[in-house]
């Protein structure tokens, strides 16, 4: 089992650029998280899905949107990169629905992005 | 909302010790409290969660207490080892309305051989 499965690694753009960071669990995990971990900052919740088919906001949503493809997949998309943007984003997934905070969460090695 | 405090300062100890994490919380007692430890450059894996019904909660060298009269968790590792050496971090409800978990900036152990 490879868990939760993060693309890219590692991502340099350039101000006002998109991408999509790709996340994907196998398994069977019904909750799906974005978190970004800035330093001294701890990690801080961008968007969840509780389940397949909806999305909430977090903390911190502002220029980003996120797609639940099905189950499996979980997709952060920057639309217009700026240099605040620049962190480690973290994908994680837990069993149940509804994000319940019983639940534990598992995470996977992150994307390091940087905004220039 | 919530708001989590860990002590931002790196813990040192010399190997054997027993290290004791901090993490303190405003507002509202949460029902549970998670302990996740990171590792540079990986994202952070689950230790143990606690109930707010629970005072403590053991997992081999691992000890958490939850006392929610004063707003706080300690995590202890006894016998610790250099392997012991990362990032440990708190997370629970935000109490924001919003569901997932909210986490703490963590604190750094460094055990010393």
């Known amino acids: 089992n490879a868990g939760v499965t993060q693309t890219p690694k590692f991502q340099v753009l350039k101000t006002g650029q998109s991408m999509t960071l790709q996340c994907a669990q196998d398994?069977?995990?019904?909750?799906m998280y974005w978190y970004r971990q800035d330093p001294g900052m701890g990690l801080r919740l961008i968007y969840y899905s509780a389940s397949e088919g909806t999305t909430d906001k977090g903390e911190v949503p502002n220029g980003y949107n996120v797609s639940r493809l099905n189950k499996r997949e979980f997709s952060l998309r920057l639309e217009s990169a700026a240099p605040s943007q620049t962190s480690v984003y973290f994908c994680?997934?837990?069993?149940?629905?509804?994000?319940?905070?019983?639940?534990?969460?598992?995470f996977g090695s992150g994307t390091q992005l940087s905004v220039l | 909302s919530q708001k989590i405090e860990q002590n931002s300062e790196a813990l040192n100890i010399q190997e054997g010790k027993t290290a004791t994490l901090t993490c303190n919380y405003t507002n509202y007692s949460p029902a549970y409290l998670q302990w996740y430890r990171q590792d540079p450059g990986r994202g952070p894996v689950f230790l143990l969660l606690?109930?707010?019904?629970?005072k403590e909660k053991r997992k081999e060298r691992l000890k958490v207490t939850f006392d929610t009269t004063l707003k706080q968790s300690l995590f202890h590792i006894t016998a610790s080892q250099p392997a012991d050496s990362a990032t440990y971090l708190c997370?629970?409800?935000?109490?924001?309305?919003?569901?997932?978990?909210?986490f703490g900036s963590g604190t750094r152990l460094q055990v010393q051989p």
């Open positions: 997370a629970l409800d935000p109490f924001t309305g919003r569901r997932a978990l909210t």
């Open positions: 398994m069977n995990h019904n909750s």
């Open positions: 994680a997934s837990s069993e149940g629905q509804g994000a319940a905070t019983n639940e534990k969460l598992f």
């Open positions: 606690i109930r707010e019904n629970e």
